[in-house]
């Protein structure tokens, strides 16, 4: 009887200890790496390489007003053990860096883009060509009187096809009261003797207005000629008729005189 007894208690046991290995085990789940932060006076920072062993880190640093500063540009050439710094002034707050070689000559250029409270130019572009472990400065062009029309910032610069694309909406009105006109102006900007060129890949729809309200106002104009010339030959036409009539009644009444 004892013996029964143990052995139905070892089987609830088993029976106990397999239902609870079938329980499942919370997953530990790894923590997400947090971005490090920057310790001031450095605002911001972007790595960017270009190939193996040639590395360009973009800095901003500097201290009190957010509105000004200092850019700084690390290029480390690993593999000839050279490290050359290139700075500069910084109007704003940078949004961003860019790598290219729009000229196709093996030299890669870094392109800083950064946003000011200027209500004339919103956007800057600091451009650099490095060659041979030197810092050419290039001077991006500001926009002419046709690219400036409707513009209001809120700039979008990207490479594409090694060129770099520049994309803004068009405003259309002036102050406070400039309304979006749902439009976009792209611009595309290459390099030529270290020189940058500018090329408007779309049209606007304001030109597009503006050629229509041309367009139909030129048929209006030519009806209303029209209509003056018809009228004056109308009235040319009753005025000689009743001339021709007012003739037609003297030479009646001579005639009739002269028979009396």
Same mark, same amino acid.
């Given at each position: 009887m004892?013996?029964?007894?143990? *052995?139905? !208690? *070892?089987?609830? /046991? !088993?029976?106990?200890?397999?239902? /609870?290995?079938n329980q499942q085990k919370p997953v530990a789940t790894a923590p997400v790496a947090k971005k490090p932060e920057l310790m001031p006076p450095f605002r911001f920072h972007k790595l960017i390489e270009v190939s193996p062993g040639q590395s360009y880190d973009i800095l901003s640093w /500097?201290?009190?007003?957010? &509105? !000004? /500063?200092?850019?700084?540009?690390l290029h480390s050439d690993s593999s000839a053990i050279k490290y050359t710094t290139t700075t500069g002034d910084l109007d704003g707050t940078i949004v961003d860096a860019y790598n290219a070689d729009m000229d196709l000559d093996g030299n890669p250029e870094i392109l800083i883009q950064a946003k000011s409270k200027d209500t004339t130019n919103y956007a +800057?572009?600091?451009?650099?060509?490095?060659?041979?472990?030197? !810092?050419? =400065?290039? &001077?991006?062009?500001? *926009?002419? +009187? +046709?690219?400036? =029309?409707?513009?209001r910032g809120n700039d979008n610069f990207y490479i594409r096809d090694g060129k770099l694309m520049r994309e803004f909406p068009i405003y259309s009105g002036s102050g406070k009261e400039a309304k979006p006109t749902g439009a976009k102006r792209q611009l595309e900007y290459g390099l030529r003797g270290n020189e940058f060129t500018v090329k408007q890949l779309s049209k606007d729809s304001t030109d597009v207005a503006d050629k229509k309200r041309a367009v139909a106002a030129t048929p209006v104009k030519q009806n209303v000629e029209k209509k003056t010339t018809t009228t004056k030959k109308k009235s040319e036409k009753k005025h000689k008729s009743s001339s021709s009539k007012s003739k037609k009644k003297k030479k009646h009444r001579r005639r009739h005189r002269e028979e009396e």
């Open positions: 004892t013996n029964r007894f143990y *052995l139905f !208690a *070892l089987l609830i /046991g !088993a029976v106990i200890a397999g239902c /609870g290995g /500097g201290r009190g007003s957010l &509105d !000004a /500063g200092s850019f700084m540009i +800057s572009i600091y451009a650099f060509e490095f060659s041979n472990n030197k !810092a050419n =400065k290039l &001077d991006f062009p500001k *926009l002419n +009187s +046709s690219q400036r =029309k409707g513009y």
